[in-house]
């Protein structure tokens, strides 16, 4: 839909919204590479849900020739922005391959940054003159470039995946971005509805950093408390959505404190301490112990997620449940999506079918031995 077909009398409550956002991701458990067509059909059956300002996709597995280089994904202000950061870059990264991210322009999709993509490794000198391990050095370097150089973001920064996104419907993001030129094991993809900020390039899903991914239906409400606690630890959120803070809350509690992706969850998606105190004695310390050591952690307000990570995907509600997630499977392919419709839509005849508990994340990943 064009900007000029709207009915500018259409209001609030004539336009079917289902609680905003969608999200959708595919999981091959066998390795399996799949074209990034089936996502894009897959979410453009739930059009509705969004409004065109923001669609996106992650896709991991699709860099098979540079799965050991960090694939940075780029977006420039001006040609100013794009001379500072590779200075920036060529000062601490060997740069394997460089050049434009591929597109097909279309005229739903406007108001274009420059996008460029790098394949970088770390200087070795660098590296060990920072004293850090290789993860916090890039990821530092990241952030650095995010918050001081005017202009340039990285957007995407993980090895052998990443993060195609735009302002527009997600239907017409993915066709922009030629996806269906792409193929990976794991498939995510948002389509927005914001609601109290703003659409733009920057602020569309996924958000990501390193190879940890995030799509988000919902709101949260608890936004400035986790915000305050994770900038206390590099972090910097400079994307203006609530979002944007759960990528980070994930990295720094399984990349930074050795959570598992299943204590993780329990963070941020909390039991409430009526459950906690009817658990068994071992098992109630420790999750008495997880509420109390990362109590900012805890993520209120109506959300479902998506989170993308090397060899595995997990999906988690919030723990009322307030938004919709329903997941499939068939064979080795796992199916979630905040409607039926995009999962029927890929596959009409599923081995399973069911929506998970509000707090009980859905984890899966790649079989012993699969091909990342």
Known sequence: MLQEDLNPRQREGEIRIPSGCAISGIFQKDGKRVSGDAIIRSIATMHDRS????????????YPEYKDAYAFHVFYDDADAKA?????????????????????????????????????????NRLADSQLDEAEYVSRCVIR??????????????????????????EDVGEYY??????????????????????????????????YSIVHNGEISSYDANRRFIEMFGYKCTLLTDTEVITYIIDYLVRKQGLTLEEMASVIAAPFWS????????????????????????????????????????????????????????????YVASEECAIRALE????????????EPVIVRLNEGGAR
């Open 51 to 62: 409004n065109g300002l923001g669609g996106g996709f992650a896709g991991y597995g699709i």
């Open 348 to 359: 009409p005849e599923l081995d399973k079918i069911w929506s998970p508990r509000g707090g």
């Open 178 to 211: 030629r996806l269906d030129e792409y193929a990976g094991y794991c498939w995510t993809a948002h389509g927005r509805y914001p609601t109290n900020t703003p659409g733009w390039w920057g602020g569309a899903h996924p958000f990501a950093m390193l190879s």
């Open 275 to 334: 459950t906690i105190a009817g658990y068994p004695p071992e098992k109630r310390e420790k999750y008495t112990y997880l509420r109390n050591a990362f109590s900012s952690l805890l993520i209120t307000g109506p959300f479902s997620i998506l989170l993308g990570f090397d060899g595995g995907m997990m999906a988690l509600n919030d723990r009322l449940k307030l938004r919709s997630m329903v997941i499939g499977e068939k064979e080795q392919t796992v």
């Open 145 to 170: 470039v995010n918050t001081r150089i005017a202009g340039a973001y990285i957007f995407s920064s993980g090895k052998n995946m990443g993060v195609f996104k735009a302002v527009g419907f997600p």
């Open 84 to 124: 500072a950061c590779e200075k920036y870059l060529e000062a601490h990264f060997d740069v394997v391959n460089l050049s434009k991210i591929p597109v097909r322009k279309s005229r739903r999709i406007v108001n274009e940054p420059l996008i460029w993509r790098y394949f970088v490794l770390p200087q070795h």
